[in-house]
Every structure is written in structure tokens, then in C-alpha cells.
């Protein structure tokens, strides 16, 4: 079985500063990972994913996430974050095999503001 | 593309009735389909995950009886709370993905269920 560990439940930033959202995982199989957002009373909005390759992943809106295969994390980030970044950002981790389906952690709330 | 809606998006219900939510692939056959609850401020925890034409599996603690999925077709899947109690307020997600070979997942935008 697989788990996830936000280990951040809030972070607050200045508008144009870098922020970093910490994820651990645990598996005995491999994982793909992803990272998504939830804004205010709305469905998920896929950011980035993992599946093979190049551990640097580059998403949507400017956020990016390096896996760490030794460190079982899976960190997203953005060098510069703008008010509408405020969001709950969710890191999930599935099988890697299709049709799993995905764990999720805890959540981060990400608050940016002026 | 890969779009998912769900109905309703909200609806409330009296204590005691059932209520039904669907959840539609609109561009895309989705062999398994997966639902989600989701508490103020929580995160998503997996209730079960359905493929077409096949009894749901559920996730342990989770009540077959009380909540009732179906996955008729590629593109429907539903979750009615029999029986519905304050407690069973909440949101529910769900996702669906495109086949037996896909890691995709594509969530629909959730259904807030109040119960008084």
C-alpha cells in the first residue's frame, strides 16, 4: 500500500516570492506521483505528474516538481508565486500501473498574499 | 478534451431520503471510474473504484449497502446514499479513466451533498 505526507498543512507567502510544498511518499512498488489543485468548492485541476524519465517535471502555471527517489519525495515549486496561486494543493501517488487509482495526502493550503 | 461533469453539483436532502449523483465522461469511454468523499478542509479518500459492467470495490470501511455504485456504461457512473444521514454530508469526487492502459485520471467538479 501506498502513502502520502504533506508535511507543510499551511504556507503563507508574499506575492513574487519562491515557495516550496514538501511530499513524502511510501511504497513498496513503484509509484507515479502527481500534484494537484483544488480551488474554493471545485474539482481537481492536474498541475504535474511523474511517471518515468527525467525526475525534473515542469507543469501548468509555472510550477515545476523534482522526484527523489532516495528521499521518496516528490517537492513542488515555484519561483515566483502570484496572489491567484492561493489554492489547496494536493500531492497524490498511485501504482504505477494503469487503472490504479490515487492516494492522497493531507494537503497544503498555499496562501499568497500582497 | 477528457472532460468529466457530474450532477448534481450540489444538492441538500432530507434526513432518512436517498440522493443520487452521476458522473459523466463526456469525450471519452472510461473503463474504471473511481469516487471520492471529501470533508471541509480534509482530503480526498478513495470510497471505491468501479469498472463498466463489474460489481464496485470498496474501499475498507466503507458501506456497500449505503452507498450504491453503479457503472452501467463507459461514460456513466453513479453513487446514491441510501438512506442519507447528517454525517454522510460532504463532497464527493469522482474520476475516470480512459482504459485498462492509462494512468490518466480526470476528476469531475464534485457534488456538495448537505443532509438536514
Known amino acids: 500500500a501506498q502513502s502520502v505526507t504533506q508535511l507543510d498543512s499551511q504556507v503563507p507567502v508574499f506575492e513574487e516570492a519562491p515557495v516550496e510544498l514538501r511530499c513524502n511518499y511510501s511504497s513498496s512498488v513503484s509509484v507515479y506521483l502527481f500534484w494537484y489543485v483544488q480551488y474554493p468548492n471545485q474539482g481537481l485541476q492536474l498541475l504535474l505528474k511523474?511517471?518515468?524519465?527525467?525526475?525534473l517535471v515542469k507543469g501548468i502555471n509555472g510550477f515545476e516538481a523534482e522526484f527523489n527517489k532516495s528521499q521518496t519525495s516528490f517537492h513542488l515549486r515555484k519561483p515566483s508565486v502570484h496572489i491567484s496561486d492561493t489554492a489547496e494543493y494536493f500531492c497524490a501517488v498511485s501504482e504505477a500501473e494503469a487503472g490504479t487509482a490515487l492516494i492522497f495526502g493531507k494537503g497544503t493550503t498555499l496562501s499568497v498574499s500582497s | 478534451g477528457a472532460v468529466v461533469s457530474q450532477h448534481p453539483s450540489w444538492v441538500i436532502c432530507k434526513s432518512g431520503t436517498s440522493v443520487k449523483i452521476e458522473c459523466r465522461s463526456l469525450d471519452f469511454q472510461a473503463t474504471t471510474m473511481f469516487w471520492y468523499r471529501q470533508f471541509p478542509k480534509q482530503s480526498l479518500m478513495l470510497m471505491a473504484t468501479?469498472?463498466?459492467?463489474?460489481?464496485?470495490?470498496?474501499e475498507q470501511g466503507v458501506e456497500k449497502d449505503k452507498f450504491l455504485i453503479n457503472h452501467a456504461s463507459l461514460t456513466l457512473s453513479t453513487l446514491t446514499v441510501t438512506s442519507a444521514h447528517p454525517e454522510d454530508s460532504s463532497f464527493y469526487i469522482c474520476s475516470a479513466s480512459p482504459g485498462s492502459s492509462s494512468y490518466e485520471q480526470y476528476f469531475g467538479p464534485g457534488t456538495r451533498l448537505t443532509v438536514t
Open positions: 468501479s469498472n463498466e459492467g463489474s460489481k464496485a470495490t470498496y
Open positions: 511523474y511517471l518515468s524519465g527525467s525526475t
